[in-house]
T-cell receptor, first 111, second 113 residues
Framework: GEDVEQSLFLSVREGDSSVINCTYTDSSSTYLYWYKQEPGAGLQLLTYIFSNMDMKQDQRLTVLLNKKDKHLSLRIADTQTGDSAIYFCALGSGNTGKLIFGQGTTLQVKP | KAGVTQTPRYLIKTRGQQVTLSCSPISGHRSVSWYQQTPGQGLQFLFEYFSETQRNKGNFPGRFSGRQFSNSRSEMNVSTLELGDSALYLC????????????FGPGTRLTVT
């Protein structure tokens, strides 16, 4: 079955850039998402990229997709303490509502 | 535009009981998906409904069921609750499924004692 892997923890200083990585096994995924989850909350959609794209930029967020290596990354520029949360990558294919999630990366931002 | 709403937000049930959770999608969205989130297993897909039909199903036992109404609101039911069913249950809505963005509700925290 499809497998999505993320590193579990990342710590950065406020103002630095954060890069959260995700690798996957199934190359048939059409849509690749990044979600943010704060304590006690649901999932907030941050951004997504189609599999036919290499990069997408949205304000402080940059998503890079390397299809050959099956690697997805999320870069957060000028990281703020409010960015502290768990970040999930998720993959989906076709026109169904099934997403496969990574285990999440906890981002800690130190002042 | 109002977001995805889930009720109730918190539930405490006893083993053997059953529970019904509700999800109201964003207005105009026709697809509702349900996920279970636990510390051990992470986020796992339960099922997806589109236009009142179950379109996709995850690997959960038959105790987990759902339905969708004509106004796209969805309910999921868990019968004969087990301790391992304690989790955060999240629903997500989208216009048609993965052809557009999926937006999640705040979740229902279910505790089984």
């Amino acid at each position: 079955g499809e497998d999505v892997e993320q590193s579990l923890f990342l710590s950065v200083r406020e103002g630095d850039s954060s890069v959260i990585n995700c690798t996957y096994t199934d190359s048939s995924s059409t849509y690749l998402y990044w979600y943010k989850q704060e304590p006690g909350a649901g999932l907030q959609l941050l951004t997504y990229i189609f599999s036919n794209m290499d990069m997408k930029q949205d304000q402080r967020l940059t998503v890079l997709l390397n299809k050959k290596d099956k690697h997805l990354s999320l870069r957060i520029a000028d990281t703020q303490t409010g960015d502290s949360a768990i970040y999930f990558c998720a993959l989906g294919s076709g026109n169904t509502g099934k997403l496969i999630f990574g285990q999440g990366t906890t981002l800690q931002v130190k002042p | 535009k109002a977001g995805v709403t889930q009720t109730p937000r918190y539930l405490i049930k006893t083993r053997g009981q059953q529970v019904t959770l509700s999800c109201s999608p964003i207005s105009g969205h026709r697809s509702v998906s349900w996920y279970q989130q636990t510390p051990g297993q992470g986020l796992q897909f339960l099922f997806e409904y589109f236009s009142e039909t179950q379109r996709n199903k995850g690997n959960f036992p038959g105790r987990f069921s759902g339905r969708q109404f004509s106004n796209s609101r969805s309910e999921m039911n868990v019968s004969t609750l087990e301790l391992g069913d304690s989790a955060l249950y999240l629903c997500a809505s989208s216009l048609q499924g993965l052809s557009s963005e999926q937006y999640f509700g705040p979740g229902t925290r279910l505790t089984v004692t």
